[in-house]
T-cell receptor
């Protein structure tokens, strides 16, 4: 069974641009959540989707948004990029249950 | 509070046991997890424990949970150089989000 797949693996953008990251969960998993990892703030929860509905949201500005499609694939979008948005963005998927599995992440650099 | 704290660094000799500790402040957790992160990689789920359990053993890994003291530990028996990585503990809230610790860098030397 394939794991959680995130694309692209690396991204370089400039301030003010927008970016879309993609996540394909493990087959059969309907819950997808997103986390941001930075050296300064560590791992922080962004949001979680289940059956195309956002169930939970972290403390991030409205520039960070996401969605989930009917096949459970998810995208997150960051608009008007700032230098501080440079981070590793991690996606996790789970069945309704206890295990959350993470992808390898998308490393975003904002110049 | 949502704080989950870990010591930053641990160094052990190959073949010894490693014990990584984690404390948290909010007792309303459903599950507690241990993840491993190698350089340039995502998070690998190592093991987890339900909040009403005290201990869980899985091959070389032993998780101990002291609910009274809000203390979680991960013991790695017979530590190998391949175990060198950053280890994160995390608690799952009743709204299903994970709150992560700061991570403990484990260095294994020969």
């Amino acid at each position: 069974k394939a794991g959680v797949t995130q694309t692209p693996r690396y991204l370089i953008k400039t301030r003010g641009q927008q970016v879309t990251l993609s996540c394909s969960p493990i087959s059969g998993h309907r819950s997808v959540s997103w986390y941001q990892q930075t050296p300064g703030q560590g791992l922080q929860f962004l949001f979680e989707y289940f059956s195309e509905t956002q169930r939970n949201k972290g403390n991030f500005p409205g520039r960070f948004s996401g969605r989930q499609f009917s096949n459970s694939r998810s995208e997150m979008n960051v608009s008007t990029l700032e230098l501080g948005d440079s981070a590793l963005y991690l996606c996790a998927s789970s069945l309704v249950g206890e295990k959350l599995f993470f992808g390898s992440g998308t490393q975003l650099s904002v110049l | 509070g949502e704080d989950v704290e870990q010591s930053l660094f641990l160094s052990v000799r190959e073949g010894d046991s490693s014990v990584i500790n984690c404390t948290y402040t909010d007792s309303s957790s459903t599950y507690l997890y241990w993840y491993k992160q190698e350089p340039g990689a995502g998070l690998q789920l190592l093991t987890y424990i339900f909040s009403n359990m005290d201990m869980k053993q899985d091959q070389r890994l032993t998780v101990l949970l002291n609910k009274k003291d809000k203390h979680l530990s991960l013991r790695i028996a017979d530590t190998q150089t391949g175990d060198s990585a950053i280890y994160f503990c995390a608690r799952r809230t009743n709204t299903d989000k994970l709150i992560f610790g700061t991570g403990t860098r484990l260095q294994v030397f020969p």
